[in-house]
């Protein structure tokens, strides 16, 4: 059996930046709300030439450069993404076909916030069995062209921003660690309490376009926050404490928590119920806001170029979100 590393990092965020003071212009909204609520200064909003793809190719790149191999040797493409560029087909194959390289398979991960685990998960399995060396694997959303920026949206709207984030996962040398074990649940029965449920297949464009209700938000994301959030708290430390168990780990063993970043509140919280100290956790929604599959590769190939995210590194990736699907990563950076 092999072990898997994540050998390079990279991250992709477009230029336009939009702060609070932007979202108020637009709906009835303010920063000190939207900050004592979730933290969040400002998020980015893509462009016209930015699409899930095509983010999610730029942070591959650098991710490929990083790890120090050439794009023709990745083996495999996952993509986590809740914003796909079309319905189907899903974006890794666009990926592919924008990397220029051969035509290795490309898998789409339909996991929410909890994309960018499940997807490492996936990688960490295939790299295992010793069918593939390198997997690049992607977090990449774009939500800003789906939501609901009147008023009524409000309190999902000033939450979510755009980006790509991604990572590949190599076979580790002989002695190397690497990823250490990773941990995957879902409640289907919350399925509804954080869902964007149109179009589907019983309710196509057609039917929502003929019946023009204009109250009609089913094709907006829909979240139950204050529901969310307290079974947020709930999972992250259980997920996190799962990994830690599992390998025989305490809190102090932890060099950086890189958590989903879901809202500050939601990290801030997990940190003071396990006890971690600020150098323990990286928290960069403030800048984001919340990226969902994106959030763990961008927060990780930032905490690298600062340095806070170093090799040899004991690193645990927690996420909780729709579905409800939760996950953890513990690893060796
Ligand atoms: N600006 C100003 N006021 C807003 C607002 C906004 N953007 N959004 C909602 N409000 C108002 C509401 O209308 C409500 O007003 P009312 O009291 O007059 O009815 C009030 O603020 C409180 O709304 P509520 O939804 O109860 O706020 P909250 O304290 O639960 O905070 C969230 C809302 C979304 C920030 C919070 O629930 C949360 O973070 N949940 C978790 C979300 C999350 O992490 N999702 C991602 C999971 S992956």
């Avoid at 991710?63 to 914003?83: C, P, Q, V, W, Y």
């Avoid at 409000?154 to 074990?181: Q, T, Y």
Wanted: hydrophobic letters at 40%; glycine letters at 10%.
């Amino acid at each position: 059996m092999y072990r898997s590393k994540i050998s390079g990092v990279g991250h992709y965020v477009p230029d336009n930046v939009v702060t609070n003071d932007d979202l108020s212009k637009l709906i009835d909204t303010n920063d000190e709300w939207i900050t004592e609520r979730t933290g969040i200064k400002e998020r980015r909003f893509a462009g016209p030439a930015d699409s899930p793809s095509s983010m999610g190719t730029k942070a591959a790149l650098l991710a490929i450069e990083r790890a120090g191999i050439d794009k023709n040797d990745i083996d495999f493409i996952i993509f986590a993404t809740l914003s796909p560029d079309y319905y189907f087909p899903g974006p890794g194959v666009l990926v592919q076909e924008q990397l220029g390289i051969k035509e290795v398979g490309a898998l789409d991960v339909r996991n929410q916030c909890s994309g960018f685990v499940y997807g490492l998960s996936v990688a960490d399995q295939f790299i295992k069995t010793g069918m593939y060396k390198n997997i690049l694997l992607i977090g990449s959303e774009l939500h800003s062209g789906g939501l609901d920026m009147t008023t009524r949206g409000r309190g999902v709207s000033v939450i979510f921003g755009d980006g790509a984030g991604a990572v590949v996962l190599s076979r580790a040398n002989e002695g190397e660690e690497g990823i250490l074990s990773t941990h995957m649940h879902s409640e289907g029965k919350y399925a509804e309490e954080l869902a964007l449920i149109a179009p589907n297949t019983g309710r196509w464009i057609p039917t929502i376009m003929n019946n023009n209700d204009p109250d009609d938000i089913s094709y907006y994301p829909y979240m139950n926050g204050n529901f969310v959030f307290k079974h947020a708290v709930v999972r992250f430390a259980e997920v996190i404490q799962e990994a830690l168990q599992a390998n025989n780990k305490n809190v102090a063993d932890i060099d950086l928590l890189i958590p989903h970043q879901a809202n500050l509140r939601i990290s801030q919280f997990i940190q003071k119920k396990m006890g971690l100290s600020d150098d323990q956790v990286y928290n960069n929604i403030m800048r984001y806001g919340n990226t969902t599959a994106a959030s763990i590769p961008i927060a990780m190939s930032e905490a690298w170029e600062e340095g806070k995210l170093k090799r040899g590194d004991t690193v645990c990736l927690a996420a909780f979100g729709s579905g409800f699907t939760w996950a953890s990563a513990l690893l060796k950076f």
